[in-house]
C-alpha cells in the first residue's frame, strides 16, 4: 500500500483562523479524499479531491469551508477555513489502492482543536 | 442511503479469548465490506475486507463473515492479545471502496 503522509499531525488554533492540513503520497494515486472524524465519533467523507479540477464535496460540506487543492497525483491540500470549537475533529487524507483501486487506505491525520 | 450499524460500543476480553463484533447494513446492493483498528494517534489500518461473493475470509487470528441475505457481517479476533486493543471499524460500500459508510466503531480492550 502507499505511504501516506500527512501534517501537521496536530495543532491547536484559535476561533475565527484558519489551518492548512497537507497530504503526500509517496506514489501516484488516482483517488485521493478527505474524512473527518470527530472526537469518538465514526469516519464521514468530506469531499473526493480530483485533480485538475475543483474537488466533489459530500452532503453538509461547501467549497468555501473547506477549499481543497489537488496539485498533481501525489499531493493534496484541505484547508479549514474560519473556524470554530465545532470544527475540532480528526482530519484525514485517503486513498484509493489495490488491484482495482478498491481499497481505502489513511494518513495518519492531523488532531485540530480549536479554541 | 447505506446505513451500517454496529455493536458493540465497547468489548473487554481476558487476554487469549475471542472477540466477535457484529454490523449490519441495509443496502442490498452493497458488496464490500472492510474492517479497520485505528489505535490512538493514529488513522485507520485496513485489517481484512470481504467481498458479497465470499461467505468467509480468513488471515491468521483474524476472520470476518458476511451472511448476504440477513446483511450482516462479522469480525472474529481469536487469541486476543493486549496489542489488539484498539478501535474498530466496520464499513460498507456498493461499487467502490472508497465511497465507504462506516459504522460507529468499537472499542476493544484486552486484558493480560
Known amino acids: 500500500s502507499a505511504v501516506i503522509s500527512q501534517k501537521p499531525s496536530r495543532d491547536i488554533c484559535q476561533r475565527g483562523t484558519s489551518l492548512t492540513i497537507q497530504c503526500q503520497v509517496d506514489?501516484?494515486?488516482?483517488?485521493m479524499f478527505w474524512y473527518r472524524q470527530q472526537p469518538g465519533q465514526s469516519l464521514t467523507l468530506i469531499a473526493t479531491?480530483?485533480?485538475?479540477?475543483?474537488?466533489?464535496?459530500e452532503s453538509g460540506f461547501v467549497i468555501d469551508k473547506f477549499p481543497i487543492s489537488r496539485p498533481n497525483l501525489t499531493f493534496s491540500t484541505l484547508t479549514v477555513s474560519n473556524m470554530s470549537p465545532e470544527d475540532s475533529s480528526i482530519y484525514l487524507c485517503?486513498?484509493?489502492?489495490?488491484?482495482?483501486?478498491?481499497?481505502?487506505?489513511f494518513g495518519s491525520g492531523t488532531q485540530l482543536s480549536v479554541l | 442511503g447505506e446505513n451500517v450499524e454496529q455493536h458493540p460500543s465497547t468489548l473487554s476480553v481476558q487476554e487469549g479469548d475471542s472477540a466477535v463484533i457484529k454490523c449490519t447494513y441495509s443496502?442490498?446492493?452493497?458488496?464490500?465490506f472492510p474492517w479497520y483498528k485505528q489505535e490512538l494517534g493514529k488513522g485507520p489500518q485496513l485489517i481484512i475486507d470481504?467481498?458479497?461473493?465470499?461467505g468467509e475470509k480468513k488471515d491468521q487470528r483474524i476472520a470476518v463473515t458476511l451472511n448476504k441475505t440477513a446483511k450482516h457481517f462479522s469480525l472474529h479476533i481469536t487469541e486476543t492479545q493486549p496489542e489488539d486493543s484498539a478501535v474498530y471499524f466496520c464499513?460498507?460500500?456498493?461499487?467502490?471502496?472508497?465511497?465507504?459508510?462506516f459504522g460507529k466503531g468499537t472499542s476493544l480492550l484486552v486484558t493480560p
Open positions: 506514489s501516484q494515486v488516482t483517488m
Open positions: 464499513a460498507a460500500s456498493r461499487d467502490s471502496g472508497y465511497a465507504l459508510n
Open positions: 443496502d442490498s446492493a452493497s458488496n464490500y
Open positions: 485517503s486513498v484509493a489502492g489495490g488491484e482495482a483501486n478498491e481499497k481505502l487506505f
Open positions: 470481504i467481498r458479497s461473493n465470499v
Open positions: 479531491a480530483n485533480q485538475g479540477s475543483e474537488a466533489t464535496y
